[in-house]
Every structure is written in structure tokens, then in C-alpha cells.
């Protein structure tokens, strides 16, 4: 069964202080890895589609980066704004194009 | 350009009652998927048409179902209503079934009582 656990849960943040967030998967075949934003009460905006490992994608702030396990969301010098919570899904390579969401990690960054 | 759209916002059925969620993609996309996202939780697939056709259905029960339109717009049908029910149910559009990328609307919330 295909697993996306996403750590941590929660993270808090001062501006400026940079960080990561991780994506670990579990999958028969990695289709493709995503990275969704969420404010709250709203739905998810895209971010990112990574494909294959080593390759990375960078949007202001955000970079995101993966491994044959792993994907990382690096912020650095983050802002208040970039308060929300992130989603990370994955696309297997196995026929079916559901894609299985991770539960987010929460960003609060404190001005 | 219009994102995808969804009616209504919001939402407040009793148990047992009938409830239809609607959904416009984005112009040109064919692709609708439905997903149930639970407080806390990362958004559950539903079902995904393409071209007015079901390409996946997700472990809920039969009490759910969907529709695509000639249009390419959605609904998403839930009888029986229960309070574990209760959700922000989401749906997103592609241009096609194996498209990468999907686009998300603002969602419904959905309260059982």
C-alpha cells in the first residue's frame, strides 16, 4: 500500500529563520511527487511536480528537492504570509492515476 | 481566467438527508476528481471522471456517487448522510485523466448534524 508521511506536523517559525519540511514515500513506482499549499478553509494551490530523483524546482521562497525516498521543501527566509499549511502527494506509476496526499505540515512564521 | 468553481460554500444537512455538490473546472480542462478532506487531514480521493466517464473511485461507500456533464462540469452526490460525513470536499480539474498537475477549488463545507 502506497504511504506519504509528511513530518513535522507542526512548525513554527521566527521571519528569516529558514527550514525544512520532509515528504517520505512509500510506493511500488513514483509517478510523480507534488507539492500543494493550503490556507485554511480554502483549497489546495499547486506548487510543485517533481519526477524523478535529484531534481529540484525552486518558486521565490520555496525550493523543493527529491530523493528515491524523500522529498524536501526548503523555505528560506521565510515571511509571515508564507503561514499555511503543505501538502505533499504522489502519483504512482502503476496504472491509476489517484494520487495519495500526506496529512500537511502546518507553518506558522511569526514577524 | 476562472479557477475551478464550486457551490455551495457551505453547507448544514441532518443525518439521513440527500446532499449534491457541484463543480466547474477550469475552462478547457476535462478532468474533474472529487476528494473528502477531514479537519487535519490530507484530502481523500473520491472519484475522478474523464471525458463523462468514471477512471477511479476511491474506498468510500456506495452511498457516494458522481456525474460529468457534456460541459465537463461535476456533481457529487452523497445519500444517507452521516456526521462522519462531515468535510471540506474538494474538487479538481485537469486537462486530461493522466494530467500531472491538478487545480483546485475553494471547497464546500459540508456539516451533518
Known amino acids: 500500500e502506497d504511504q506519504v508521511t509528511q513530518s513535522p506536523e507542526a512548525l513554527r517559525l521566527q521571519e528569516g529563520e529558514s527550514s525544512s519540511l520532509n515528504c517520505s514515500y512509500t510506493?511500488?513506482?513514483?509517478?510523480?511527487l507534488f507539492w500543494y499549499r493550503q490556507d485554511p478553509g480554502k483549497g489546495p494551490e499547486f506548487l510543485f511536480t517533481?519526477?524523478?530523483a535529484g531534481e529540484e524546482k525552486e518558486k521565490e521562497r520555496l525550493k523543493a528537492t527529491l530523493t528515491k525516498k524523500e522529498s524536501f521543501l526548503h523555505i528560506t527566509a521565510p515571511k509571515p504570509e508564507d503561514s499555511a499549511t503543505y501538502l505533499c502527494?504522489?502519483?504512482?506509476?502503476?496504472?491509476?492515476?489517484?494520487?495519495?496526499f500526506g496529512r500537511g505540515t502546518s507553518l506558522i512564521v511569526h514577524p | 481566467d476562472a479557477g475551478v468553481t464550486q457551490s455551495p460554500t457551505h453547507l448544514i444537512k441532518t443525518r439521513g438527508q440527500h446532499v449534491t455538490l457541484r463543480c466547474s473546472p477550469i475552462?478547457?480542462?476535462?478532468?474533474v476528481s472529487w476528494y473528502q478532506q477531514v479537519l487535519g487531514q490530507g484530502p481523500q480521493f473520491i472519484f475522478q471522471y474523464y471525458e463523462k466517464e468514471e477512471r477511479g473511485r476511491g474506498n468510500f461507500p456506495d452511498r457516494f456517487s458522481a456525474r460529468q456533464f457534456p460541459n465537463y462540469s461535476s456533481e457529487l452526490n452523497v445519500n444517507a448522510l452521516l456526521l462522519g460525513d462531515s468535510a471540506l470536499y474538494l474538487c479538481?480539474?485537469?486537462?486530461?485523466?493522466?494530467?500531472?498537475?491538478?487545480?483546485f477549488g475553494p471547497g464546500t463545507r459540508l456539516t451533518v448534524t
Open positions: 502527494a504522489v502519483q504512482t506509476s502503476g496504472g491509476s492515476y489517484i494520487p495519495t
Open positions: 517533481l519526477y524523478s
Open positions: 479538481a480539474s485537469s486537462f486530461s485523466a493522466g494530467e500531472y498537475e491538478q487545480y
Open positions: 475552462s478547457g480542462h476535462k478532468s
Open positions: 510506493v511500488s513506482g513514483l509517478r510523480g
